[in-house]
């Protein structure tokens, strides 16, 4: 079978995957572990973008100030938003945002997107973006349009009802070439976002309840994606503690360490880091793949 081949056989990679509230709200408190996470050997740091938050959390940081901290205090490790709802932001200010952050980490943002949602703190509702989904996603996929134009270097020529974009070349190029890797958020069920999701580099299932489900959605990403196509990922959040031998053998090539949002601290993370994860499955250990990772 030609195309779209999940890295079964592949090391399971992990990355941390911060809240930016409280105690996190702050680049510069979120920069130093992930200063610690590179020399601990994690390959990637991603942080979430939000508003806004329920109570008790009150504070928030921005994720692409808190990235370009990120950026600047590391020299190998990927990083980038997971998930930025990119219907709610200019897609040409994105461009230069994504653009200068890439060139910024010599070419290590990875852009997670997704529609956005008002069930976490009605933060869309509460500053006036559109609430209808369906139209969320189109704007997102016309968003991702004028991203992939602009990532070009060429003049970037769009006009819609949504956007207008006349003529304008995002120079200089990201040092990423064609672009930006992009992973597209989703509802493992709904073939809407999979189409979606097939054209980019990534995968990342929302509201993931067992990973049989995963299954289903390596099988129809394999349909949806071009012959001879890239390597494509599959990220799944896990909280420590968690066994990713079923994701793994279910095609996921990266697991998110999951922090609760509520209670999240630096010394948590650290946590994380100096606990694992380890490496199993080198031939003496029984009943896990080969290259996966157990979470501690």
């Known amino acids: ?24 709200a702050d680049p510069a408190v979120v920069a130093r572990p992930a200063a610690e996470a590179e020399e601990a050997g994690r390959p990637c740091v991603f942080v979430r973008d939000h508003l806004r938050r329920w109570a008790p959390v009150r504070q928030v940081a921005d994720q692409w100030i808190t990235a370009a901290a990120i950026a600047t205090a590391t020299e190998r490790l ?7 709802p990119l219907a709610r932001r200019r897609p040409a200010k994105a461009a230069r945002e994504t653009v200068t952050l890439d060139r910024l980490g010599g070419g290590r943002l990875t852009l997670g997107v997704g529609p956005g949602s008002d069930r976490f703190a009605a933060e869309l509702s509460a500053t006036g973006e559109e609430l ?18 602009a990532w070009s270097g060429g003049p970037v020529h769009h006009h819609s009802r949504n956007f ?7 120079l200089p190029r990201p040092v990423q070439r064609p672009g930006v890797p992009v992973w597209a958020a989703g509802l493992p069920g709904n073939i809407k976002p999979l189409r979606r999701t097939a054209r ?17 959605v390596v099988t129809a ?21 968690a066994d990713p031998a079923p994701c793994a053998q279910a095609g996921v090539t990266w697991w998110l360490a999951e922090f609760a949002s509520e209670t999240v601290t630096p010394d948590q993370v650290r946590g994380v880091l100096r606990d694992g994860p380890t490496a199993i499955g080198s031939g003496t250990d029984s009943g896990t793949d080969a290259g996966t990772e157990r979470i501690r």
């Open 132 to 149: 209808d989904d369906r139209r969320r996603g189109r704007l997102l996929d016309e968003s991702l349009e004028i991203l992939a134009a």
């Open 200 to 216: 980019h580099d990534g995968f990342v299932p929302v509201n993931l309840e067992h990973p049989d489900q995963l299954a289903g």
């Open 164 to 170: 207008t974009v006349d003529g304008v070349a995002f």
């Open 221 to 241: 990403i394999t349909a949806l994606r071009p012959p001879d196509t890239t390597p494509y990922d599959i990220a799944v959040p896990l909280a420590p503690g």
């Open 78 to 84: 990927r990083f980038g938003p997971m998930v930025t």
């Open 1 to 24: 079978m030609t195309g779209f081949v999940p890295r079964f056989t592949t090391l399971l990679r992990s990355a941390l995957w911060l809240p930016l509230f409280d105690e996190l």
